[in-house]
């Protein structure tokens, strides 16, 4: 399974972006999908999930409200759209993804995830 982000760059503060991972050599329609994101000097931090079937998702607490997480399983793509960007929102953007088609772990956690991108970077200037 490949993992491949895009849709990262510079913003300022209250911009949006929409970030993109596409999805390849695998069967994405039973994927849980996961963002995290690492700053630098900070450990990876959880953003948001969703299920395979789109039917759940979660958000860390710090980007309800602003950030939405969606799939098109047709394209095998996730995404997350992010809306009112703060300069703490800099950071570099992985997507995962859980291929075991059977729950590891809730949404939020990282050791859920079995494949990871190599990530977009985010930067919000204020």
């Known amino acids: 399974v490949q993992l491949v982000e895009s849709g990262g760059g510079l913003v300022q503060a209250g911009g949006s972006l929409r970030l993109s991972c596409a999805a390849s050599?695998?069967?994405?329609?039973?994927?849980?999908m996961g963002w995290f994101r690492q700053a630098p000097g900070k450990e990876r931090e959880f953003v948001a999930a969703i299920s395979w079937s789109g039917g759940n998702t979660n958000y860390a607490d710090s980007v309800k409200g602003r950030f939405t997480i969606s799939r098109d399983n047709a394209k095998n793509t996730v995404y997350l759209r992010m809306n009112s960007l703060k300069p703490e929102d800099t950071a570099v953007y992985h997507c995962?993804?859980?291929?075991?088609?059977?729950?590891?772990?809730?949404?939020?956690?990282?050791?859920?995830?079995?494949?990871w991108g190599q990530g977009t970077q985010v930067t919000v200037s204020s």
């Open positions: 995962a993804a859980d291929t075991s088609r059977s729950s590891r772990g809730p949404l939020w956690s990282p050791y859920k995830y079995d494949y």
């Open positions: 050599g695998g069967t994405f329609n039973f994927y849980d």
